[in-house]
């Protein structure tokens, strides 16, 4: 089945760091990618929309200039958390898509801010 | 915004006891995805149901999507300790938005 790598899987940072997470779908050309954050106990909660070129369209609540969204290309998209503080502490999941193709996560990277 | 309402929100069933969850939105969804999450895991997709009326089975597992296709259900017959997670549905409004998710728990 479809591949999506995720990485890193684990950080723990101080305060006011800023940290970057990879996205890649590694067998399969996505023509969008989701973002999601679940905290613990919670669903997922959609965070943003990723198409390839163009600027993500992030959802209700969620400050696009503290989570910024690359999405270079076909396969990878990046997201940066900025300045993170303890509340940003999360699981943060991607999922890559494309048409009518049901969408695939990533394994998810726990973030946690000191 | 989008909705995908969700449950029951916690079960407990003792093994071999059928267990079913419903979800269910306010607006036509293109498809609906079923997942299922274990704890530290990431959600691992279980099917798509696309079609209006649609019934998909996977060994003990039946997904039903309603005919208006605004709600979908998962029936699991006689449940396995390996049944335990969390099964989460995710509408398609053109993204994907998940249902809060039932939590199983299968007592031995």
């Known amino acids: 089945g479809a591949v999506v790598s995720q990485h890193p899987s684990w950080v723990i940072c101080k305060s006011g760091t800023s940290v970057k997470i990879e996205c890649r779908s590694l067998d399969f050309q996505a023509t969008t990618m989701f973002w999601y954050r679940q905290f613990p106990k919670q669903s997922l909660m959609l965070m943003a929309t990723s198409n390839e070129g163009s600027k993500a369209t992030y959802e209700q609540g969620v400050e696009k200039d503290k989570f910024l969204i690359n999405h270079a290309s076909l396969t990878l998209s990046t997201l940066t958390v900025t300045s993170a503080h303890p509340e940003d502490s999360s699981f943060y999941i991607c999922?890559?898509?494309?048409?009518?193709?049901?969408?695939?996560f990533g394994d998810g990277t726990r973030l946690s801010i000191l | 915004g989008q909705q995908v309402m969700q449950i029951p929100q916690y079960q407990h069933v003792q093994e071999g006891e059928d267990f079913t969850t419903y979800c269910n939105s306010s607006?036509?969804?293109?498809?609906i995805q079923w997942y299922k999450q274990r704890p530290g895991g990431h959600p691992v997709f279980l099917i798509q149901l696309v079609k209006s009326g649609e019934v998909k089975k996977q060994k003990r597992l039946t997904f039903q999507f309603g005919e208006a296709k605004k709600n979908s259900s998962l029936h699991i017959t006689a449940t396995q300790t390996t049944d335990v997670g969390t099964y989460f549905c995710?509408?398609?409004?053109?993204?994907?938005?998940f249902g809060s998710g039932t939590k199983l728990n299968v007592k031995p």
């Open positions: 607006t036509t969804l293109s498809n």
């Open positions: 999922s890559a898509h494309t048409g009518n193709q049901p969408q695939h």
């Open positions: 995710a509408g398609n409004f053109n993204k994907f938005y």
